[in-house]
């Protein structure tokens, strides 16, 4: 993760649940809590965080509820630390923990090598529940442009007897929230062009992991807001990301030596397309991707000479370089932010805020926008592969932004396959295998920067996974890459052997018609074209036992066809499959999977002749 933004958003409270109020708990409850936190923004943009907070753990299971964890870094510090360990059936005063008792860690996040994060952290382990830990401490932030998220419970399994969160701001600063999963408006107070709100939540009932990532929380973000003394307004996107061109603003250094070396790269060229490819590619080939997170919490890229002289960067220093090549070529490009990863939802575009972990660039021309990610050793040059696709992402102008969506990549031109398989049968069932597959867009993907990445053993054993179905083992391999309209393409040969490729009896050999079954890796993306030819060399005292199977089948989202033929002793099979998986639910995409897989489960029976 390349910005502070998860870190700095769940600041004070790393692990919120969703709670709902009911009469009774229906879940094991192994802490009870009772919290109050306030947030006071100042005129001046600094912000008070105040947090009086007791856990009662009533089972050892629940120890780590009372743990201690407060994050700090050069523009949020610790003013104030406070609290004991008492025993509850008494009252008495087990343990005081003073700041000397604190153990001072890093907060790396998302495998950064530098950053400015740090956590005070205390933890129980060797004590005995029941007990209760009493907290109270208090944070100065020098800027508002990160809020807490507030979770009114932090623990599955922990209960809150009481849980309330205060906020007050200068109206002329202004300030916004968002409620999730929960149905609460806070108390509000006008005073003197003060504004207060409050949260005041009772008798919360514990749950547990079943409730998934559906925390019940308040995320606050600000209106006018400043970080290190830059100021700007983040009511709408265009406001951000006129920040952010404020923080690039003299980071497109060019050095006299990096002006030559972008002449040398790009001498002879005339086109856009064939200079970005070549610096681009250059990039790639001279340039490592280290995370580094200092300076303007983590949001300021390094200028892009010193880039050029360090040879390495994080995903903003590298697309700051990208971006001063380009323009030194006379190419216009545009940094752009974008909440990154396989596994992530898309930004909330209807709430402008610091919702990003990951910088790229767009680069608008006037046939066709390219993105290139400047972090990528691998990705052919206008392809983002999916930890970026299909999410709206902020664009940064020289004086504002705006919000565009990257390629989503289901057409079906970036999920094709062409398999060309030649099988000669074995007397025990095996089979020896001859393969030509050409894998074009998302499905290339999967093998871009594998001889880079893996030794030989761990390559063959990834092909053979992810190549045929059950049984099958390389024994020889060669990978070449291409790109086309900006749409990878990977060609694999291959040799090898299948494992009971046939199943036997005394009198018939059944062939399948469709070797490897598909499985939603194959087919995550969309619209995908499946285009195979089967051969196989049938042995003398083989031949088809009635009719060779032709299938035409054509419902919801499918469409299937198989031709099978027998020409001087060759089964040819061909099998063409278009899939349609674009806006399905995750159970809808299943479902349509194991259709295709069972519109493929299909044999030819040959039989033994005497």
Same mark, same amino acid.
Not at 111 to 134: C, H, M, T, W
Not at 191 to 211: H, Q, R, Y
Not at 315 to 338: H, P, R
């Given at each position: ?234 009511? *709408?996107?265009?406001?951000?990301? !006129?920040?952010?061109?404020? #923080? ?5 250094? $060019? =050095?006299? +030596? &990096? ?12 086109? *856009?397309?064939?200079?970005?490819? !070549?610096?681009?590619?250059? #990039? ?5 991707? $280290? =995370?580094? +997170? &200092? ?316």
């Amino acid at each position: 993760m390349d910005f502070k933004v998860i870190a700095k958003s769940l600041i004070f409270g790393f692990f919120g649940v969703v709670f709902h109020t009911h009469a009774q708990d229906v879940k094991p409850v192994y802490s009870v809590l009772d919290r109050h936190e306030s947030i006071t923004l100042h005129e001046d943009y600094t912000v008070t965080y105040q947090v009086r907070q007791k856990t009662h753990v009533q089972e050892l299971k629940g120890l780590h509820h009372a743990n201690i964890a407060i994050p700090y870094d050069d523009i949020s510090r610790i003013m104030r630390f406070e609290a004991q360990i008492i025993d509850p059936k008494n009252g008495k005063t087990i343990k005081k923990i003073s700041s000397k008792d604190l153990t001072d860690m890093s907060d790396f996040s998302g495998g950064s090598l530098f950053q400015d994060d740090r956590v005070k952290f205390y933890g129980l382990s060797n004590e005995k529940a029941p007990l209760i830990v009493e907290l109270n401490y208090e944070i100065k932030q020098s800027g508002n442009f990160y809020f807490k998220t507030w979770f009114p419970i932090s623990y599955y399994h922990q209960r809150a007897n009481q849980s309330t969160l205060e906020i007050n701001y200068p109206e002329n600063l202004g300030l916004r929230y968002k409620i999730k999963y929960m149905d609460m408006n806070p108390d509000s107070v006008f005073t003197d062009g003060e504004v207060s709100l409050k949260w005041n939540l009772s008798n919360l009932s514990a749950f547990d992991e079943s409730i998934g990532n559906e925390a019940a929380r308040v995320e606050i973000y600000p209106r006018k807001f400043s970080l290190e003394g830059f100021e700007a307004d983040m009511s *709408d996107w265009n406001g951000f990301g !006129a920040w952010i061109a404020q #923080l690039n603003k003299g980071k497109d250094v $060019v =050095s006299n +030596q &990096l002006k030559n070396e972008i002449q040398r790269i790009v001498g002879g060229m005339e086109g *856009d397309v064939e200079k970005i490819a !070549a610096l681009y590619q250059y #990039l790639q080939n001279n340039y490592r991707y $280290v =995370s580094i +997170q &200092l300076g303007i919490g983590g949001w300021m890229p390094k200028p892009a000479d010193q880039v050029f002289d360090l040879k390495y960067g994080e995903c903003k220093g590298l697309t700051m370089l990208m971006k001063t090549m380009l323009k030194e070529v006379g190419i216009d490009s545009q940094y752009a932010l974008v909440r990154a990863g396989s596994t992530e939802e898309d930004i909330d575009t209807e709430f402008s805020s610091s919702q990003f972990n990951h910088v790229f660039l767009r680069v608008p021309l006037e046939e066709k926008t390219i993105w290139l990610e400047c972090t990528s050793k691998s990705n052919p040059v206008g392809y983002l592969g999916d930890f970026t696709k299909d999410r709206h992402v902020l664009v940064i102008t020289d004086d504002g932004g705006f919000l565009e969506k990257t390629p989503s990549y289901s057409e079906e031109e970036f999920n094709t396959f062409q398999l060309q398989n030649r099988i000669i049968l074995q007397e025990n069932g095996d089979a020896r295998i001859e393969g030509d597959y050409l894998f074009q867009g998302n499905p290339a993907a999967n093998y871009l920067g594998l001889e880079s990445q893996a030794d030989l053993k761990e390559q063959k054993n990834y092909l053979n996974r992810t190549l045929g179905g059950n049984g099958l083992l390389v024994s020889d391999f060669n990978i070449n890459y291409s790109s086309e309209d900006f749409i990878p393409r990977a060609r694999i040969s291959f040799q090898g052997n299948v494992q009971r490729f046939t199943q036997n009896t005394a009198k018939r050999v059944l062939i399948p018609v469709a070797w490897k079954k598909i499985n939603k890796e194959d087919l995550s993306y969309g619209n995908a074209l499946v285009q195979e030819e089967f051969l196989v060399v049938l042995p003398a005292n083989l031949s088809p036992e009635g009719d060779l199977p032709t299938v035409s089948i054509e419902e919801e989202g499918i469409k299937l066809d198989i031709q099978t033929s027998l020409e001087e002793g060759v089964l040819k099979v061909l099998r063409r499959m278009e899939i349609n998986l674009e806006d399905l639910e995750e159970g809808e995409k299943d479902k349509r999977i194991q259709r295709v897989n069972t519109l493929n489960n299909r044999s030819i029976i040959l039989k033994k002749s005497e």
